[in-house]
């Protein structure tokens, strides 16, 4: 598969830093992570759309060569 989408997992009802989700899936994604270059495209459902939005911009700035564009940030 060269195309990923996953979730802000846990960062809902379970409460979950999404800070630390976001830097999870850097850590894993990103230069030097486990399945960095693993897939051309990965891109993030992150519900809540308004700018500013705690669980986005944990996102935008764990990503942010894909930040701006929607639903796709880029390892």
Do not use: K, M, S
């Not at 999870?24 to 993030?44: D, I, K, M, W």
């Amino acid at each position: 598969y060269r195309r990923l989408v996953l979730g802000a997992w846990g960062c809902g009802v379970f409460r979950n830093d999404p800070a630390r989700v976001a830097g999870a899936f850097r850590t894993l994604l990103g230069p030097g992570g486990r399945f960095a270059g693993a897939f051309e495209r990965v891109a993030f459902g992150i519900l809540d759309r308004t700018p500013g939005a705690t669980v986005r911009a944990a996102f935008e700035r764990a990503f942010p060569e894909g930040a701006g564009r929607p639903g796709q940030l880029q390892p």
